[in-house]
């Protein structure tokens, strides 16, 4: 049997309480007993504040001054959160950027418009030439405030 609430199999029973029944583990059954001992319902069982985003386990990490100073003034004083989005980024499609497939993005597209191949090799030479002095986060923007 699990627990309804956590999914734990560690001392797990069911039983009723008012007109609800559960199936609870000996620590969720603790956490939903109040000081005067009732039961409170399992909508109320939360802990208090923010609710938990996950698993939480502590990393050290090495960089160079350079790289810090770079984070801490993206993460606006929350380097946890500034991570975690980078994580998720990095997680999605899009993270899995690369010259390479920007590269065959434009090919593909001049493909379908009928370039010749010169035209084709014309527009990636043009492309290249701005990976090295263009962030990511640059032709984001001129995209983002162009009207295509």
Known sequence: MNCM?????HDVIDFIAGEEKFVLCADCRYKLVNRRGRVVS????????RPSLGVTRKVSLTLPEAVWEHLDSQANGNRSL???KLIDRNMS????WSNNACLGYTILG??????????????VRAIYGFFDCKTVEEA?????????
């Open 82 to 84: 500034y991570l975690r």
């Open 93 to 96: 499609s899009e993270g899995s």
């Open 110 to 123: 001049a493909k379908r418009l009928g370039y010749s191949e010169e035209q084709t090799k014309e527009l």
């Open 42 to 49: 399992i909508l109320n069982a939360r802990e208090p504040g």
């Open 140 to 148: 984001r923007t001129v995209y983002e405030q162009s009207p295509y």
């Open 5 to 9: 609430n956590c999914g734990s199999t």
